[in-house]
């Protein structure tokens, strides 16, 4: 059973990126994914979530609209476009499963994730 959090790099400010979540193992079809970041000496944040179905996703208020998340049953995968990247974005993002069936209408919580995936850096900067 694996997660492989893929796609990080180094970006100019309003650049873009596409990380992928990658599982093996087990089917994400049967699990909510979240993409969760954590920059040094601050806390863990959940950016953006999307449930089974993908009909239900959040993101935080710093990300909306820059971001985008979305899921490719096919390839088992669920991607984060980053867009208008900002020196703030910078960060570790590590992707996690949620085994519940869940609706995210205001949160997203590290909690709430039974497996996570090693992280990718991603570094915005001129």
């Known amino acids: 059973v694996q997660l492989q959090a893929s796609g990080g790099g180094l970006v100019q400010p309003g650049g873009s990126l596409r990380l992928s979540c990658a599982a093996s193992g087990f089917s994400l079809d049967y699990y909510g994914i979240g993409w969760f970041r954590q920059a040094p000496g601050k806390e863990r944040e959940g950016v953006s979530c999307?449930?089974?179905?993908?009909?239900?996703?959040y993101y935080a208020d710093s990300v909306n609209g820059r971001f985008t998340i979305s899921r490719d049953k096919a390839k088992n995968t669920v991607y984060l476009q980053m867009n208008n990247l900002k020196p703030e974005d910078m960060a570790t993002y590590y992707c996690a499963r949620d085994p519940r069936s869940r609706y995210y209408g205001s949160s997203c919580l590290y909690q709430d994730m039974d497996f996570w995936g090693k992280g990718t850096l991603v570094t915005v900067s001129s």
């Open positions: 999307i449930s089974r179905s993908g009909g239900s996703t």
